[in-house]
T-cell receptor, first 114, second 113 residues
Framework: NAGVTQTPKFQVLKTGQSMTLQCAQD?????MYWYRQDPGMGLRLIYY???????DKGEVPNGYNVSRLNKREFSLRLESAAPSQTSVYFC?????????????FGPGTRLTVL | RKEVEQDPGPFNVPEGATVAFNCTYS??????FFWYRQDCRKEPKLLMS???SGNEDGRFTAQLNRASQYISLLIRDSKLSDSATYLC??????????????FGRGTQLTVWP
């Protein structure tokens, strides 16, 4: 089992460009999440999908959109990248949302917006 | 006020030392509590859940004080491999916040030989 995979691992964009970060999990998890991690800020939730067919905003959703393509895949789109979106992006999944359900993280995407 | 506050450290300790990390959370509706570990330039991984009665996993002991909204992690007999950032995490588990984890900024630990 690969667990949670993310592509790409690294990306450099110019301001205004768009891109989609891909995430897939092979653990038959119902819930998936997108976080960003900035120095001194900790991880912050961007969007999540408690189950296939649903998505909800997290703490910092502005400038992003998501698609829960199927049970395995959850993508994050930046329509018009801004330097403030320079960050490390982590995708995570859990069997169910909430409770003591462990969240498993992918290896991250390091994004720089110039 | 941040949801979860941690002392960022860094903590630098010799092998074999005992070290303790503390964390406070602001929302009394928080239901579930965790410590995650993050190695440099890697993803976070669950170290242990924290239960109301306190719990132990080998050299690691976690405690929760709901009245003070305080969580702690104790590491005994530190190993070089314990060097990492330790993230305090809470989950409110209610209504619209179901499934949302709130992360502290992390406490950096370096264990030296």
């Amino acid at each position: 089992n690969a667990g949670v995979t993310q592509t790409p691992k690294f990306q450099v964009l110019k301001t205004g460009q768009s891109m989609t970060l891909q995430c897939a999990q092979d653990m038959n998890h119902n819930s998936m999440y997108w976080y960003r991690q900035d120095p001194g800020m900790g991880l912050r939730l961007i969007y999540y999908s408690a189950s296939e067919g649903t998505t909800d905003k997290g703490e910092v959703p502005n400038g992003y959109n998501v698609s829960r393509l199927n049970k395995r895949e959850f993508s994050l789109r930046l329509e018009s990248a801004a330097p403030s979106q320079t960050s490390v992006y982590f995708c995570a999944s859990s069997y169910l949302a909430g409770g003591n359900n462990e969240q498993f993280f992918g290896p991250g995407t390091r994004l720089t917006v110039l | 006020r941040k949801e979860v506050e941690q002392d960022p450290g860094p903590f630098n300790v010799p092998e074999g030392a005992t070290v303790a990390f503390n964390c406070t959370y602001s929302n009394s509706a928080s239901q579930s509590f965790f410590w995650y570990r993050q190695d440099c330039r890697k993803e976070p991984k669950l170290l242990m859940s924290v239960y109301s009665s306190g719990n132990e996993d080998g050299r690691f002991t976690a405690q929760l004080n709901r009245a003070s909204q305080y969580i702690s992690l104790l590491i005994r007999d530190s190993k070089l491999s314990d060097s990492a950032t330790y993230l305090c995490v809470v989950n409110r588990d209610r209504g619209s916040t179901l499934g949302r984890l709130y992360f502290g900024r992390g406490t950096q630990l370096t264990v030296w030989p």
